[in-house]
């Protein structure tokens, strides 16, 4: 099991940014791909975007031109720029990762409310 520790949320207003990040315990060679995801309060978990060990990132529609996701293999960490961020970008966001046994992992989750 991998423990996940993220960083970086708070509160911004709208046309804010806000960079997260998430610092795994293992070595990210062994990950197969990070991402995060959001929850808003009475909505599901949803992806927002994820990246693969070769690099290949993928985006919510909702997102695409504003959130960028990247990691450093180095530090072990994923991190997630959020740009023109609105209020409906107001969630938990939690980072996970599939390792390559297969084993998906959740941080606790960080709370980003974007004011209006």
């Known amino acids: 099991q991998v423990q996940l520790v993220e960083s970086g949320g708070g509160l911004v207003q709208a046309g804010g940014s806000l960079r997260l990040s998430c610092a795994a315990s293992?070595?990210?060679?062994?990950?197969?791909?990070m991402g995060w995801y959001r929850q808003a309060p009475g909505k599901q978990r949803e992806l927002v975007a994820d990246?693969?060990?070769?690099?290949?990132?993928n985006y919510a529609d909702s997102v695409k031109g504003r959130f960028t996701i990247s990691r450093d293999n180095v530090k072990n960490t994923v991190y997630l720029q959020m740009n023109s961020l609105k209020p409906e970008d107001t969630a938990v966001y939690y980072c996970?990762?599939?390792?390559?046994?297969?084993?998906?992992?959740w941080g606790q989750g960080t709370q980003v409310t974007v004011s209006s």
């Open positions: 996970s990762v599939v390792l390559v046994t297969s084993i998906r992992s």
């Open positions: 293992q070595n990210i060679f062994a990950i197969v791909v």
């Open positions: 990246i693969t060990r070769g690099g290949i990132t």
